[in-house]
């Protein structure tokens, strides 16, 4: 069963470079999140996409966009990598009740530099 | 806004020792509380869940009850072994659709030495 998959596990940027995120789930989930994890800061939410075609910005948006390709995926990019963007990035995918939990990928560690 | 606030850590506890982690939270409505552990180099991982007041989420030995009274979900274990080292994180989800949304505590990183 592969749940959430995120590739890549590991990236290093230069400031200024561009990437994108990859992010795909075989659970039929409507709901699919991006999250950044910092040390003292948890889990702060940037976007999420309640279904296929929609995106929402979450708690951090700024300096990201996201596109939702289809019912399965949903990748985040960063336009132009900041060195304040050096975290590690969980992607999630929930039913969209409020009742069920979240299905993490095993996340991407980012460093800018 | 929904906030979860957690007890800082680290929590270093002797193995089979008692453990509370301790988990406040501020909700408008009825929100559904979970508490996820992150082991090593991984993602998150549901532990437990409760989802009105007064239910009791267990899994592999740890227990948190919802209790509205005190807006709280307190994580406990009887008897902490070594592989429980981790992080763990306390969470709500409100609403549902385009609402419902994970908050997330900052998280108690838990070592058990032998």
């Known amino acids: 069963n592969a749940g959430v998959t995120q590739t890549p596990k590991f990236q290093v940027l230069k400031t200024g470079q561009s990437m994108t995120l990859q992010c795909a789930q075989d659970m039929n989930h409507n709901s699919m999140y991006w999250y950044r994890q910092d040390p003292g800061m948890g889990l702060r939410l940037i976007y999420y996409?309640?279904?296929?075609?929609?995106?929402d910005k979450g708690e951090v948006p700024n300096g990201y966009n996201v596109s939702r390709l289809n019912k399965r995926e949903f990748s985040l990019r960063l336009e132009s990598a900041a060195p304040s963007q050096t975290s590690v990035y969980f992607c999630?995918?929930?039913?969209?009740?409020?009742?069920?939990?979240?299905?993490f990928g095993q996340g991407t560690r980012l460093t800018v530099v | 806004g929904d906030s979860v606030t957690q007890m800082e850590g680290p929590v270093t506890l002797s193995e089979e020792a008692f453990l509370t982690i301790n988990c406040t939270y501020t909700a408008t409505g009825y929100p559904s509380l979970f508490w996820y552990v992150q082991y090593p180099g991984e993602g998150l991982q549901l532990l437990l869940k409760a989802t009105k007041a007064d239910d009791k989420g267990s899994n592999k030995g740890f227990e948190a009850t919802y209790r509205k009274e005190t807006t709280s979900f307190h994580l406990e274990k009887g008897s902490v072994q070594v592989s429980d080292s981790a992080v763990y994180f306390c969470a709500l989800r409100e609403g549902t659709g385009t609402a419902s949304k994970l908050t997330f505590g900052t998280g108690t990183r838990l070592q058990v030495t032998l």
């Open positions: 999630a995918s929930s039913l969209d009740t409020s009742n069920t939990e979240a299905f």
């Open positions: 996409s309640a279904s296929e075609g929609t995106t």
